[in-house]
């Protein structure tokens, strides 16, 4: 079938698609397509038969002409039509809501969305809000139960209650406040119990109560002269009421006016009336559908798949549904939602995750997901998602463990047995068995594989082989998680078991035992067979083992590794083949095996997907290449695209179904690239890529509340702005706020309405005027400053959803006012009070000049008198200079003398034996000379003369005192008292230094001193 595409593709880019997608298209279809080729001859022997010439011979340029046109717009549209639905009938995935999380009454009717993307709902507390993390109630004022509520295009939401209506608006501080407007109503209409229904048709308004219409205009109301209404809608653009025991009417101007040809309506309640193709669609209670046609005026029956089921669970609610669909809630069968031509395309009830089976509201918002009101909760249900959930063994909804596409059929493997189904079998959702057990399979199951054009099962009872319905086990002696060919042994396989390998070779068409291999009994999960035929097993908490396969498989070689051969840990490692080769996965980072080195080295490429710490748990490839992944923290898809010679990696985070999956033996098995299958705790997750619009309803940021937290906590806002009176999604720059310095704390709660990925999504802020930058990106929801100073600044938040999808920036103004000390009014005082303290200062200061002036004369004169004495005492303290130096020169000369006296002594004896004449005579010539510079007892008369002046009389008082004193005492007193050392002194004195300290001992006694007194400080404080 295949080479029949190749041959009607006429270029590389038809043919790679067409291959792509093959798999697809139904033998029938490629039956079809077989007799393209012939296709433009067949145009062009009609022709020539019909013009009765000779046949036509098209050349082979124009066939292939004629060919690509009808390929490009009859084949591929219809190809692409077929890659929009999904694989298997799925659900959506659906949140509940109960009376318990949202703390309001049980009943939820009504539904609306403000351009906030905020929804609210008709509780029978009151008016319920939810924006995605926060539930508000805001009764009505008489306590009534809520039972309809209606937005208008310019935000303000109007309510009806029992005996009450009115209107939402925000207040100042942007809460919801109601005001009723039933004074506007004629005194007489006033009394009109429930409010059913209500509309919005432009500027008008309209509401129903049990026997009663409104109308609101321009702040007027008008009552309609009707009769016990049951029934009101707007369809295409009108008001369709009806009245009992009567067709439909509808309003125009004010009046009513019966719609020809519905009057066989009396006998049936209608419940909805919807706009399709130029006609209405009209469901009645009894679960009728039936087709009104304006221009011939007449009912007839609409065909379609669900009759018998909406006659037996009774219609309540139909609206128009996202992708032309038909969404209808009933009393007893839960949702389902049909196309314009009659067909279910899904049904959602209590036995998948519905909290009830009666729908009391319904709603589509801005994302294109569905919201139901229920009597006893609220379910938010996941329309515009890629992902539903797909449970082959129906309401036991058995763990996920593998899933497969075998021949036109798909396997997948519960914990309960393996089921199958038919890939080319029609979808109907009515219709709960859409999958039925394989015979034999009943119990935990692991894997599926081919092998040798066999589908294998990984059973927890062994090994089998799957035959149409049935499994026939060929092995039973353990479990088997998986099996894989031995491309260097023909005709053998591999299987992975809770104790290690056993391998397996085809023998009359009957896969015979060969036996486990010896010494290695790990348990074998992650098999996987490079392209040398070597196989590799991967342990979760045993390290990798690599089995070199020998020509007796029973002898292949078994080499462990672990943390000593490059991996980060012996804990944590996995196994996968991506592009052919083998990719390992450990505790941190991803590593590819080195053969040379023998190592396991850091994988470059992925590391710098996913960074290299990050711990992949597993990978898979895709048929075109790309890549999923589940790490600790994300499940998502590399979409891996040729860019030139480079490839270009767009990382796509689908973290939603990460807490839903298998964990620890998640599987993932891509039946082609936009159709995959995730095994999950309960059942299967199915993707299908053509299902989803990321782009579908932006998102909006919200502010829950802003509270100051000082002094005390008080609400500043509640979320809605206004423009004008009116509701608004952003604050003017105009409108900041002002609050007083003492209240300088505040706290900012937000959110998203972004339903579907709430859990994931991440946000992140700045305050203007305070921080420098943005915060990183978090989950977190609050931010709280405190003591922020006088300015004004500027809240900022942003939020971004797993897929990088990023919110407009949502902006708060406001304006911190200074304290009052720093006031206009305080600055006004202070200039006052400066003023005076200047002028103050300025007398002041004059008077002080005069004074100032005065004391100046006075002290020039002392200062003449102080300068006059500092000149004497400059005078003494030169004199007292002078002293010192005649002092020193003094001793200076006594040394002298002393030294030629001791020559002039020496000569004399060297004279006295002398025995030459001549010498005798120049000898003694010499000492004469000698003599003459002698002024020993001069020099040191004049000494302590000095020195008596420079110290008060030193000499005297130490002779007064002691005058046994001699004069060697006295000059070894003076050394001292000039604290001089006593080698210094043994040298003045031509003495030792033992004669020193003899003297200084004889010095002591004369002045009688202790052992324990110093001599040196007795002398200097004398």
Same mark, same amino acid.
């Given at each position: ?478 479990g088997v998680w998986s099996f894989d060919a031995l491309p260097t042994h023909p005709g053998t396989m591999v299987a992975g078991t809770y104790f290690g390998l056993s391998f397996f070779q085809k023998r009359n068409g009957q896969w015979q035992h060969l036996g486990e291999l010896p010494g290695f009994e790990e348990s074998s999960r992650f098999v996987e067979i490079d392209r040398q035929g070597d196989i590799w097993i991967a342990h979760p908490y045993r390290g990798v083992f690599r089995v070199i396969p020998a020509e007796d498989l029973l002898r292949s070689e078994v080499i462990p590794y672990g943390e000593q051969d490059g991996l980060p840990s012996d804990l944590h490692n996995h196994l996968f083949k991506i592009g052919g080769e083998i990719v390992f996965c450990g505790a941190r980072g991803i590593f590819y095996f080195d053969k040379q080195q023998q190592r396991f080295l850091p994988n470059a490429r992925f590391n710098s997907m996913f960074g290299p710490d990050t711990k992949v748990r597993r990978l898979q490839e895709t048929p075109g290449g790309h890549i999923w992944y589940i790490t600790e923290d994300e499940v998502g898809l590399l979409n891996i695209r040729d860019r030139a010679l480079e490839k270009e990696v767009e990382k796509i985070n689908f973290s939603a179904i990460k807490h839903q999956l298998n964990a620890g033996f998640e599987q993932i098995y891509p039946y082609r690239d936009e159709q995959v299958f995730f095994t999950a705790e309960q059942g299967f997750i199915q993707y299908t890529a053509s299902e989803f619009d990321p ?163 006075? #002290?020039?004169? *002392?200062?003449? @008198?102080?300068? %006059?004495?500092? +000149?004497?005492? $400059?005078?003494?303290?030169? /004199? ?118 003899? #003297?200084?001992? *004889?010095?002591? @006694?004369?002045? %009688?001193?202790? +052992?324990?007194? $110093?001599?040196?400080?007795? /002398?200097?404080?004398?």
């Open positions: 079938m295949v080479r029949i595409f190749h041959h009607l593709a006429v270029n590389n880019t038809v043919a790679c698609i067409v291959n792509k997608y093959s798999r697809l298209i139904s033998p029938a279809l490629f039956f079809s397509y077989s007799i393209l080729p012939q296709f433009p001859k067949f145009i062009l022997f009609y022709y020539s038969n019909r013009k009765k010439t000779s046949p036509v011979l098209i050349k082979p340029r124009l066939q292939k002409v004629l060919t690509r046109i009808f390929i490009i717009f009859f084949l591929l549209p219809l190809c692409g039509t077929l890659l929009a639905q999904p694989l298997v009938p799925g659900v959506p995935f659906i949140q509940s809501f109960s009376k318990a999380v949202y703390q309001a009454g049980s009943q939820n009717r009504d539904i609306v969305q403000d351009q906030r993307g905020v929804i609210y709902l008709a509780n029978n507390n009151g008016m319920l809000s939810y924006d995605g993390t926060f539930w508000k109630l805001y009764p009505l004022p008489n306590l009534t139960i809520l039972r309809s509520l209606a937005i208008d295009e310019q935000g303000f939401i109007y309510a009806g209650g029992q005996n009450e209506f009115g209107r939402f608006e925000p207040n100042a501080q942007g809460e919801w406040v109601f005001h009723s407007l039933c004074a506007r109503i004629p005194e007489e209409h006033r009394n009109f119990e429930d409010v059913w229904e209500i509309k919005v048709l432009g500027k008008e308004v309209y509401w129903r109560s049990a026997g009663k219409l409104f109308r609101l205009l321009q702040d007027e109301v008008y009552v309609y002269p009707a009769r016990n209404l049951v029934f009101m809608d707007t369809v295409e653009g009108q008001i369709m009421v009806q009245q009992q025991d009567s067709g439909l009417w509808y309003a125009r101007g004010d009046s009513l006016y019966p719609l020809k040809g519905t009057a066989s309506l009396a006998e049936q309640l209608v419940m909805s009336v919807l706009g399709l193709e130029g006609r209405l669609l009209i469901f009645t209670n009894d679960g009728h559908t039936l087709l009104y046609d304006p221009q011939q005026q007449q009912l007839q029956a609409w065909p379609n798949r669900a009759t018998s089921f909406l006659k037996q669970n009774r219609i309540e609610k139909a609206i128009p549904g996202p992708s032309q669909h038909l969404i209808a809630g009933t009393t007893f069968g839960g949702i389902l939602s049909l196309d314009t031509r009659g067909e279910v395309h899904l049904l959602v009830d209590q036995s998948n995750e519905l909290l009830s089976n009666k729908i009391s509201g319904l709603f589509v918002d801005k994302s294109r997901n569905l919201w139901a009101g229920l009597e006893n909760g609220i379910n938010h249900i996941q329309l515009n998602t890629p992902f539903t959930k797909v449970f082959p063994d129906h309401e036991l909804k058995g763990t996920g463990q593998a899933a497969c596409a075998y021949g036109d059929y798909l396997y997948l493997a519960t914990n309960n047995g393996l089921y199958r189904r038919k890939l080319s079998q029609a979808f109907d959702p009515l219709s709960k068995q859409h999958f039925e057990l394989v015979a034999n399979s009943r119990g935990q199951t692991w894997g599926l594989d081919t092998v040798g054009g066999e589908l294998l099962l990984g059973h927890n009872y062994g090994a089998f082989v799957v035959k149409g319905k049935e499994a026939i086990r060929f092995y039973a002696d353990q782009a579908a309803g932006p998102f909006q940021l919200v502010f829950n509340e802003i509270r100051l937290t000082q002094p005390t906590d008080s609400l500043v806002f509640a979320g809605v702005f206004t423009q004008q009176g009116k509701p608004s999604v952003f604050q003017l720059v105009e409108d900041r706020r002002q609050f007083p310095h003492a209240m300088n704390a505040l706290r900012f709660s937000y959110s998203a309405t972004n339903y579907t990925e709430a859990a994931y999504l991440q946000y992140r802020y700045r305050l203007r005027g305070f921080d420098k930058d943005w915060s990183a990106w978090s989950r977190q929801k609050t931010k709280e400053y405190t003591n922020l100073p006088a300015g004004t600044y500027d809240f900022e938040v942003q939020c971004r959803t797993p897929l990088g999808r990023q919110s407009d920036t949502l902006r708060f103004y406001f304006e911190i006012l200074p304290p009052w000390y720093a006031s206009p009014l305080a600055y006004l005082l202070y200039a006052l009070g400066m003023g005076v303290a200047i002028f103050t200062l300025v007398w002041f200061s004059m008077r002080k000049y005069r004074n100032l002036k005065e004391d100046h004369i006075q #002290s020039v004169a *002392r200062s003449n @008198k102080e300068i %006059g004495k500092l +000149k004497q005492e $400059n005078v003494q303290a030169e /004199l007292r200079h002078k002293q010192r130096e005649i002092i020193s020169t003094t001793m200076h000369l006594v040394q002298k003398n002393e030294t030629i006296h001791q020559i002039r002594d020496r000569l004399k004896a060297i004279k006295k034996m002398a025995r030459d004449e001549k010498v005798t005579q120049e000898l003694h010539r010499l000492i004469q000379l000698l003599k003459h510079d002698e002024f020993l007892d001069d020099g040191w008369e004049q000494f302590m003369f000095h020195f008596n002046q420079l110290h008060g009389g030193f000499f005297n008082r130490l002779k007064a005192d002691y005058p046994h004193l001699t004069p060697k005492d006295l000059k070894l007193c003076a050394y001292l008292y000039m604290n001089l050392s006593t080698k210094e002194i043994a040298s003045l004195m031509n003495v030792t230094v033992r004669g020193v300290e003899a #003297s200084r001992y *004889r010095l002591r @006694k004369k002045l %009688g001193l202790d +052992k324990d007194d $110093n001599l040196t400080e007795f /002398l200097m404080q004398y």
